[in-house]
């Protein structure tokens, strides 16, 4: 599905653009595809299972998989980044956190295979990014910001793409009709930390806010933000 020109979501099993098994809502995240003039950027990679139908969307649309050129997590969980083991085997670099790359690389709970009855494969991140860089990733500056609270290794990732200014924003906030929150059962899961990362993220000025799940915000998105901040002071104080 096109988002904006030359950015792409391709996989996501709430929306129907990828399919793990009947009665799954929640067992592939979405995933993004930026083709920039240098080869192409992703963000998350689904669970894995799903890479061939993301692979297939890809080609619908004019872009190859194997011009992939970087995968940047969002966080650990298995629906987002339980393909990254494909990924890296074709020669795509991964991006991640510190938190992250470390889940990752054990595969333990924190990647909450447990939760969908498999394995998480696992897999070494090939750059670890920090709170606060500025990447230079294919020509496009992508801000990294780390925002622990539903995962250790949540991480928001921030470009401007045809004069929009676009978050990635994982499973930071809850991004249905309703909810405020992404999942709160990670055995990382941490509701004061969660707070404080809602209030650095409602301070962003952002154009479009692209999820973890479910819909995209082309429209004053912070308000979302805004919205959680103000769910998570009244609720968990
Ligand atoms: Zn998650």
Redesign the pocket.
């Known amino acids: 599905m096109q988002v904006l020109k030359g950015l792409y979501q391709v996989g996501g099993d709430l929306n129907g653009i990828t399919f793990d098994q009947p009665g799954a809502m929640w067992n592939d ?1 979405n995933s993004y595809i930026l083709d920039t003039s240098q080869g192409l950027l992703m963000f998350d990679c689904g669970c894995g299972d799903t890479m061939d139908q993301i692979f297939d969307n890809m080609r619908y649309w004019g872009l190859s998989p194997e011009d992939i050129r970087y995968c940047l997590l969002t ?1 650990p ?1 298995f ?2 980044a339980g393909g990254a083991h494909i990924l890296k085997k074709q020669g795509v670099k991964l991006i991640a956190i510190r938190e992250t790359a470390d889940a990752m690389a054990s595969g333990d709970e924190r990647c ?1 295979g447990y939760l969908y009855h498999k394995c998480f494969r696992t897999v070494t991140a090939d750059q670890l990014v920090q709170d606060g860089d500025k990447l230079d990733l294919l020509g496009i500056e992508i801000g990294v910001m780390h925002l622990p609270g ?2 250790m290794g949540c991480t928001a990732y921030s470009f401007v793409w045809d004069k929009k200014r676009l978050v990635i924003s ?2 930071v906030i809850g991004t249905l009709l309703s909810g405020d929150f ?2 709160s059962g ?1 055995i990382d899961f941490n509701k004061k930390i969660y707070i404080e990362s809602l209030r650095k993220f409602a301070r962003v000025d952002m154009d479009i806010m692209l999820p ?1 799940h479910g819909m995209i915000y082309f429209h004053q998105p912070r308000r979302r933000v805004e919205e959680a901040l103000n769910a998570a002071l009244m609720q968990w104080r």
């Open positions: 995240a966080h969980h629906d987002h909450c539903h995962s994982g499973d992404g999942w990670s973890g």
